[in-house]
T-cell receptor
Framework: KQEVTQIPAALSVPEGENLVLNCSFTDSAIYNLQWFRQDPGKGLTSLLLIQSSQREQTSGRLNASLDKSSGRSTLYIAASQPGDSATYLCAVLKAAGNKLTFGGGTRVLVKP | KAGVTQTPRYLIKTRGQQVTLSCSPISGHRSVSWYQQTPGQGLQFLFEYFSETQRNKGNFPGRFSGRQFSNSRSEMNVSTLELGDSALYLC????????????????FGPGTRLLVL
């Protein structure tokens, strides 16, 4: 059974600092890994998707890496801003079906 | 292109009642998945529909059911509501099932917040 863990559960940084968010998963047989952002009481916004054959993906200030062999992914957010404050969730998609298994999320607060 | 829409956005029900939630996927998307989000359990997969067929089901009791229509819109139903069913219910759509080398991004709607009293 696939298990996804995100540590730490919460993180507070001053504005301008780089953010490093971690995600680990137990079963390396995945199709892809997605990073999402969730604002309080809202739905999920897809940030980055890394296919199983890829090592990293970049979008603006965001960079996500994937190491399937060690079951880890890292989301880097450069030069954090107060608007980056949200909960960040990673999710893995396994073969056969469209079921995402989510981590518990990391709640980020960027202080001005 | 319009995103995933969910109706209603908020619901208050009492124990024992039943509820139906609706999800309209992004135009052209044929796969719709449902998730339950609670503070204690996080995000948990309920079920997935593709071309009107349930392809995958999570570990939820039979009180939770769903269906998909020919236009890909989906509904989920919860019968005999319990207090523990209070949650944010999210649906996600994608173009195809989880194949094609894992290229498919899943897009989530804003959710329906259900409160059971």
């Amino acid at each position: 059974k696939q298990e996804v863990t995100q540590i730490p559960a919460a993180l507070s940084v001053p504005e301008g600092e780089n953010l490093v968010l971690n995600c680990s998963f137990t079963d390396s047989a995945i199709y892809n890994l997605q990073w999402f952002r969730q604002d309080p009481g809202k739905g999920l916004t897809s940030l980055l998707l890394i296919q199983s054959s890829q090592r990293e993906q970049t979008s603006g200030r965001l960079n996500a890496s994937l190491d399937k062999s060690s079951g880890r992914s890292t989301l880097y957010i450069a030069a954090s801003q107060p608007g980056d404050s949200a909960t960040y969730l990673c999710a893995v998609l396994k073969a056969a079906g469209n079921k995402l298994t989510f981590g518990g999320g990391t709640r980020v607060l960027v202080k001005p | 292109k319009a995103g995933v829409t969910q109706t209603p956005r908020y619901l208050i029900k009492t124990r024992g009642q039943q509820v139906t939630l609706s999800c309209s996927p992004i135009s052209g998307h044929r796969s719709v998945s449902w998730y339950q989000q609670t503070p204690g359990q996080g995000l948990q997969f309920l079920f997935e529909y593709f071309s009107e067929t349930q392809r995958n089901k999570g570990n939820f009791p039979g009180r939770f059911s769903g269906r998909q229509f020919s236009n890909s819109r989906s509904e989920m139903n919860v019968s005999t509501l319990e207090l523990g069913d209070s949650a944010l219910y999210l649906c996600a759509s994608s173009l195809h099932p989880g194949t094609s080398g894992g290229q498919e991004t899943q897009y989530f709607g804003p959710g329906t917040r259900l409160l059971v009293l």
